[in-house]
């Protein structure tokens, strides 16, 4: 079974520009998460997707960010116009819903974005 | 609201010694705790979780975690130490079923031969 994958694995871009990340979580995951971290510090959460809804979305920094989830499989981040401050780790995590049991978050190896 | 420390950035242990990783937590309500390792390039892959079953919790590759509500802690424990322990180590919390994780700042591992 794949795992989560992200793409890409890297981004350098500079300030003002556009950046699309993109989340292919597990087959079957209705759950997906979007998190970040910056610069060595602890992973914040970004938003919840359940399918294709966003079912929380407290995290995101401000109206630069946009995510979708079209048609409840993959997900795509935009950051546009991208600031210095955007820079970090972007990681993507999917889970399952089953029987009510908390499950584990399954995660990306993330995209590492620069903001120059 | 919650929240979660990890006490100590960088641990640094002998190959066979003792890990003790320490996390302590806060949480208005009763919580779900998870430990993820994350090895260079790859994706946080769980450790172990608590999820109001069992406080003292094994996990994959010999690692165990007891939950201390007197406490709030999550202490994350090996008893002897191998080269490929060496990582970074984030530990969660989460208070309803597939909710977001609230996460530390990460504790790298460094194991010394």
């Known amino acids: 079974e794949a795992g989560v994958t992200q793409f890409p694995s890297h981004s350098v871009i500079e300030k003002g520009q556009t950046v699309t990340l993109r989340c292919d979580p597990i087959?079957?995951?209705?759950?997906l998460y979007w998190y970040r971290r910056v610069m060595g510090k602890e992973i914040k959460f970004l938003l919840h997707?359940?399918?294709?809804?966003?079912?929380?979305e407290s995290g995101m920094p401000n109206n630069r960010f946009l995510a979708e989830r079209t048609g409840g499989t993959y997900s795509t981040l935009k950051v546009q116009p991208a600031e210095l401050e955007d820079s970090g780790v972007y990681f993507c995590?999917?889970?399952?819903?089953?029987?009510?049991?908390?499950?584990?978050?399954?995660f990306g190896p993330g995209t590492r974005l620069t903001v120059l | 609201a919650q929240s979660v420390t990890q006490l100590g950035s960088h641990v640094s242990v002998s190959e066979g010694a003792l890990v003790l990783l320490r996390c302590n937590y806060s949480?208005?309500?009763?919580?779900?705790l998870f430990w993820y390792v994350q090895y260079p390039n790859q994706g946080l892959q769980l450790l172990l979780k608590?999820?109001?079953?069992?406080?003292l919790v094994k996990g994959i590759n010999g690692f165990e975690a007891e939950f201390k509500k007197s406490e709030t802690s999550f202490h994350l424990t090996k008893p002897s130490a191998h080269m490929s322990d060496a990582a970074e180590y984030f530990c969660?919390?989460?208070?309803?079923?597939?909710?977001?994780?609230?996460f530390g700042s990460g504790t790298k591992l460094n194991v010394k031969p």
């Open positions: 995590a999917s889970s399952q819903v089953s029987g009510g049991v908390q499950n584990e978050q399954f």
């Open positions: 087959s079957g995951h209705d759950n």
């Open positions: 997707f359940v399918k294709e809804s966003k079912q929380d």
């Open positions: 949480s208005s309500v009763p919580p779900y």
């Open positions: 608590y999820t109001s079953a069992a406080t």
């Open positions: 969660a919390v989460s208070v309803y079923n597939f909710n977001k994780f609230y």
